[in-house]
């Protein structure tokens, strides 16, 4: 009978998704679309599974999670000004093109998700959000969703620093 690749003495019951090694389950390492919440996506490479050996964990999928939990800190950093506040925002570089979530569980989410693409793409503020909470009824259960937009862009904020401390003695 086969054993685990990982500990050579467990049976092996799972896959895994990247050397294709057959291991056993206290040797994997499993990830799934709750590890990437708030990614628009789970990174390609983790797609076509989610089981991994330690080995890869370490070399490939540790990475990813890594870069995620990274742009996710930035996402919370991003400056948001959504579309009531155009006033505020109307001197903006409106430059790039609207991003968009879809079918989010709520508000916060919603935002922490277009947040999370504006930080992917390298920007620390997004203006003109817009979010909209759609009702769906299932049979006589309703629920609601909700999707987003905004549009990314630059904001200086050694600018935005000054002018707060204009009033600043010093
Ligand atoms: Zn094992
Ligand atoms: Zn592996």
Known sequence: MSKCAVCTTKKPTLECGICHSAICKSCTDFVDESTFRYAPQIPNKLQASSTYCLNCYTTDVRPEIEKYENLLAEAKEIRVYDITQ?????????????????????????????????????????????????????????????????????????????????????
């Open 86 to 170: 155009t006033k505020e925002t109307r001197l903006f570089k409106r430059l790039e093109p609207v991003i968009e979530v879809k079918a989010c569980v709520d508000v916060p989410e919603a935002t922490i998700k277009l947040a999370f693409i504006t930080a992917s793409l390298g920007f620390n503020c997004m203006i003109d959000m817009k979010l909209k909470t759609i009702k769906i009824r299932d049979g006589s259960y309703q629920t609601s969703e909700v999707n987003g937009s905004a549009i990314p862009t630059h904001l200086d904020e050694t600018k935005v620093m000054r002018d707060r401390s204009f009033s600043d003695p010093n």
